[in-house]
């Protein structure tokens, strides 16, 4: 006899879960900023010497951030709601 074959709603479920969890693979919990792009600890959010052309997408968190560090980068021009998901 072969493998069983596990239910299609359960694969549905954990495709559902991932894609929901989305978010979480690419933001720490407390994080308002992709971390493969910036680091995040506490409420300070680096982002120097990165070689970034634009500023980083932000998500609002809640939390109110005490240090947002984009030096040492090419940022050439900021659109006037670029900082809008953070305080």
Known sequence: MG??????VVCVLVVLL?????RSL???PDCAVDTTVCS?????????G???TSVP??????LRYSLLDLSNNN??????SIFANIT
Do not use: M, W, Y
């Not at 493998?3 to 299609?8: E, F, I, L, T, V």
């Open 50 to 52: 990165r070689g970034l």
């Open 75 to 80: 940022i050439t021009s900021l659109t006037d």
């Open 26 to 28: 690419l933001f720490e």
């Open 57 to 62: 997408r932000f998500v609002n968190t809640g």
């Open 40 to 48: 995040c600890a506490g409420l300070t959010i680096r982002c120097e």
């Open 18 to 22: 991932l894609v929901g969890h989305g």
């Open 3 to 8: 493998a069983s074959q596990p239910p299609k």
